[in-house]
T-cell receptor
Framework: SQQGEEDPQALSIQEGENATMNCSYK?????LQWYRQNSGRGLVHLIL?????REKHSGRLRVTLDTSKKSSSLLITASRAADTASYFC???????????FGQGTRLTINP | ETGVTQTPRHLVMGMTNKKSLKCEQH?????MYWYKQSAKKPLELMFV???????ENNSVPSRFSPECPNSSHLFLHLHTLQPEDSALYLC???????????????FGDGTRLSIL
């Protein structure tokens, strides 16, 4: 299956520390996207990285993509309590008409 | 403000009831999606509409019936649901669907559905 798998499933860190989440997938992709979901809310798009890109930044977010290893990582620097949420990667396969989401990483930032 | 509005936010219904979920997007997008989110499971795509035409039905039971009267509105009609259908139902939209479109999806806040 195309499903992305996030690692770890849960992560708890202190405010101000950096948080790193990883995503692995199985087949060739056109792009990979990261989303955030706060409790009781919908998903919010964070960043999209194309298959020909290796790194992308947006504010305190840094995403890397290694297509040879079929993996991506999301780094949140200088974490804040408001970053507490679940984070999902989603892959957009070349042949598919849909995004396929992983199970997510639940991130808790402790004050 | 999300740009994608779902109503109702919460719905409790019996297994014999008929109800509908509504989604409206104000983003000028051409593709709309229904997803099911259950505890401890990945987000499951249910249906995709592109320019009002259904392009994906991900083996969804017939007790779920989608309707897309125009590119801004999407409905999910529910009847004779089962307890395992209790979940958060999310609507999303994007400029267009399809692999290679490089389009992010914009989500509503969902309808929390509970089947008694």
């Amino acid at each position: 299956s195309q499903q992305g798998e996030e690692d770890p499933q849960a992560l708890s860190i202190q405010e101000g520390e950096n948080a790193t989440m990883n995503c692995s997938y199985k087949t060739s992709i056109n792009n990979l996207q990261w989303y955030r979901q706060n409790s009781g809310r919908g998903l919010v798009h964070l960043i999209l990285i194309r298959s020909n890109e290796r790194e992308k930044h947006s504010g305190r977010l840094r995403v890397t993509l290694d297509t040879s290893k079929k993996s991506s990582s999301l780094l949140i620097t200088a974490s804040r309590a408001a970053d507490t949420a679940s984070y999902f990667c989603a892959t957009d396969a070349l042949w598919a008409q849909k995004l396929v989401f992983g199970q997510g990483t639940r991130l808790t930032i402790n004050p | 403000e999300t740009g994608v509005t779902q109503t109702p936010r919460h719905l409790v219904m019996g297994m014999t009831n008929k109800k509908s979920l509504k989604c409206e997007q104000h983003l000028g997008h051409n593709a709309m999606y229904w997803y099911k989110q259950s505890a401890k499971k990945p987000l499951e795509l249910m249906f995709v509409y592109n320019f009002k035409e259904q392009t994906e039905n991900n083996s969804v039971p017939s007790r779920f019936s989608p309707e897309c009267p125009n590119s801004s509105h999407l409905f999910l009609h529910l009847h004779t649901l089962q307890p395992e259908d209790s979940a958060l139902y999310l609507c999303a939209s994007s400029q267009e669907s399809g692999g290679g479109s490089n389009q992010p999806q914009h989500f509503g806040d969902g309808t929390r559905l509970s089947i008694l």
